[in-house]
Structures are given as C-alpha cells and as structure tokens.
C-alpha cells in the first residue's frame, strides 16, 4: 500500500525556523511535492524534489532522501502569513498520480 | 482570471439527490483531477484523466462519476448524494512534460459540497 507520514500539527515563533518532516513508503518513486494550504482555500505549490538533497528557494527549503523514504520543508524567517496547512505528497509512478499526506497545519504565534 | 474555476463555490443537497460539480481550465493542461478533502485525511483522488478519451479512477471512486467533455472541461457527478460525501472538492490540472517528468498540479479554488 501507499502510506504517507506528517506531523498533524505544530507550533512555531515569528521570526524562527521550523522543519516539518514527512515519510513515506509507497510502491515506486517518481517524486515528492510539498504544497500550502492557507485555510478554506486551494492548495498552492512550493517545491517538487526528485533527486536528493536540498533544493532551496527562498525563505521555503525542501530536502529529500530516496534511500530513508524521507523529506522535510524547512520555512525560515517565520511570518504570521506562514500559518497554513502543508502538504507532502509522492508520486509512486510515471502516472503523474498524487497521494497526498494528511498534511501539518503550522501555526505561527508572535 | 482565474487558471482553474470551479462551480458551484458552495452547494446543499439532500440525500438522494443527482448533482454535478463542473471544472474549467484556461492553462491548456491535458490532465485534469478531482478530489476530495476531508479533515484529518487529506486529499484523496477520485477520478483523472489525461485527455479527453481517457477516464481512470482513483482511490475513491465508488458512488462518483466523471465526463471529460473538452480539454477544459472535467465535470465530477454524484449520482444519488449521500451524507458522507459531504466534503470539499477540488479539481485540477497539471501539463504534460516529455521524457515523463512529472510537473506540478495547479487547483481550482475548491467546492464545498454538504448532503443533508
């Protein structure tokens, strides 16, 4: 089966760095997707990792390793605007289907 | 504009009864999905299709039917609605990239669907 891991929820100060992980054991591995999700609206993309190591795009960094079925999304210089859902999602094969964690609502207190 | 649009926004049926979610994209994307959200579960996909004459289902298809009309055209139906479809239904598209990458999913603004 596919089964993919998130923390449910975490807590983090303005202005800090916070790392939510995800795990993953699925059938294949075409890819990993990271997503936001601010609440009642559509998830939008932030970052697709498909060989490991980190990819950095701004504030917003994601890091993957195949061998651990592992990621994280690391977010820095933590804004209030940063309080939203993020989803991990993996792609088990060329499909170009999603399987989606549960996703881990951050919020950012001041 | 918007890329993906979904309509209704916001929709109260009761069980038993026929309704049709409609999605429409202005990307040009091949592939267009349908899902369902439900707290606690995360996304789950309920049908896809990668052009217009191809239909798959998803992990949740049971109780749900699809019509890939045009490119930009993907309609979700519940044919006879009930209380645990109660949910928030996104649609979306993602292009076709060669040599088999996999690009992202762009995603309507959602459906919030309640059967009574």
């Known amino acids: 089966g596919q089964n993919i891991d998130q923390p449910t929820e975490m807590t983090a100060t303005e202005g800090a760095i916070v790392q939510i992980n995800c795990t993953y054991q699925t059938s294949g591995f075409n890819g990993l997707f990271w997503y936001q999700q601010h609440a009642g609206e559509a998830p939008t993309f932030l970052s697709y990792n498909v060989l490991d190591g980190l990819e950095e795009k701004g504030r917003f960094s994601s890091f993957l390793s195949r061998s651990k079925g592992y990621s994280y999304l690391l977010l820095k210089e933590l804004q209030m605007k940063d309080s939203a859902s993020y989803l991990c999602a993996v792609i088990p094969s060329n499909t170009g289907k999603l399987i989606f964690g549960q996703g881990t609502t951050l919020q950012v207190k001041p | ?116």
């Open chain 2, 1 to 116: 504009d918007a890329d993906v649009t979904q309509t209704p926004r916001n929709r109260i049926t009761k069980t038993g009864k026929r309704i049709m979610l409609e999605c429409s994209q202005t990307k040009g994307h091949d592939r267009m999905y349908w899902y369902r959200q439900d707290p606690g579960l995360g996304l789950r996909l309920i049908y896809y299709s990668f052009d217009v004459k191809d239909i798959n289902k998803g992990e949740i298809s049971d109780g749900y039917s699809v019509s890939r009309q045009a490119q930009a055209k993907f309609s979700l139906s519940l044919e006879s609605a009930i209380p645990n479809q109660t949910a928030l239904y996104f649609c979306a598209t993602s292009d076709t990239a060669s040599g088999g990458a996999v690009l992202e999913q762009f995603f309507g603004p959602g459906t919030r669907l309640t059967v009574l």
